[in-house]
């Protein structure tokens, strides 16, 4: 797993705020985003953008980051483990020869970790693998013929999504423990949601049942569009002659370019609803509303006449 520098991608320090790194993100997802800059670097780019915004933006993940590195999501497994060893006392080394067993996976307080996963920063902590993973190392893998039928474990799997993925029910393939499996997706799952796949966990010890696999979503914030559960966002520029005397204005959705007309005097803050152009509604065939927020754009250099034609006006 090489490591990916989420500071670096966003051009931030490490010491940055929570704003820094929102105005960071924003600037450069309108750069990259593939609408704007189609090719398959953008594309590339915009995926490490989200993936690095996801993580800062997050509190609790970014605390994770800064302590552990590429290893952050495996925090929670080796906290737990350090936890353990200091209650029992121990303060081995971790068994670098020998002490490995190759595309084994291993549990921790329930949850399954492989560590081949792991980079030098864990293997060169205090554990070693009987200490960390317990029964289910090399050093106890002897007695496993004397345990009585058990389940298999559950997996867990985080999917990184855009909005744009999820606007219909579509299929993914996914590899778990290097069987691939394909899964649907279903329109409108939002961040944090979770869905099951019965029967593709862990394999069970004797007559047990195979584990399930447990699918968390989490979907990549918009450059353009902010979510409210069903509901989308966005801020339109609107040119002053169009809002002092009406007229027409393109409005992006996610569903395509929609014509809009705008009333002769619309005040800027102004907002219209789109209906139907918002998120799907999970697990039914209605949508969400588009609510549009006018913007109007102030004309910075104006011609002799145009200053007349204001100057009368403001006489009015």
Not at 245 to 257: A, C
């Amino acid at each position: 797993m090489n490591y990916i520098d989420y500071y670096q991608i966003l051009g931030v320090n490490k010491t940055a705020s929570e704003e820094e790194i929102r105005k960071a993100y924003r600037k450069l997802a309108r750069k990259y985003h593939p609408d704007v800059n189609p090719g398959v670097d953008s594309e590339r780019k915009f995926k490490e953008l989200n993936e690095a915004n996801t993580v800062l933006s997050d509190p609790e993940k970014r605390k994770k980051y800064d302590t552990y590195g590429k290893d952050w999501e495996h925090a929670d497994a080796f906290e737990q483990a350090k936890a353990r060893e200091q209650a029992s006392g121990g303060g081995r080394g971790f068994a670098r020869n020998g002490g490995r067993s190759g595309g084994q996976r291993f549990t921790v307080n329930g949850e399954e970790v492989d560590p081949e996963m792991f980079s030098d920063f864990f293997q060169t902590m205090f554990f070693d693998q009987e200490d960390i993973f317990g029964a289910g190392s090399r050093a106890n893998a002897g007695k496993r013929s004397n345990v009585s039928a058990r389940r298999g474990v559950d997996y867990k799997s985080l999917l990184k999504l855009r909005l744009e993925d999820i606007l219909q029910e579509q299929s993914h393939v996914l590899e778990v423990n290097g069987k691939k499996i394909r899964i649907k997706i279903p329109a409108g799952v939002e961040t944090g949601q979770t869905i099951k796949v019965k029967g593709q966990g862990g394999d069970p010890q004797g007559a047990g049942a195979k584990g399930d696999l447990f699918i968390e979503f989490d979907i990549a914030a918009h450059p353009i569009f902010r979510r409210q559960g069903e509901d989308l966002y966005c801020n339109q520029s609107l040119d002053l002659y169009d809002a002092l005397l009406g007229g027409e204005v393109n409005v992006n959705t996610l569903y395509g370019s929609v014509k809009v007309k705008v009333k002769p005097g619309t005040q800027p803050g102004t907002k219209i609803r789109l209906r139907g152009k918002g998120m799907p509604i999970y697990k039914s065939d209605n949508k969400g509303d588009l609510i549009v927020t006018y913007e109007v754009k102030i004309p910075t250099s104006l011609d002799q006449e145009e200053i007349e034609v204001f100057e009368k006006m403001r006489k009015k």
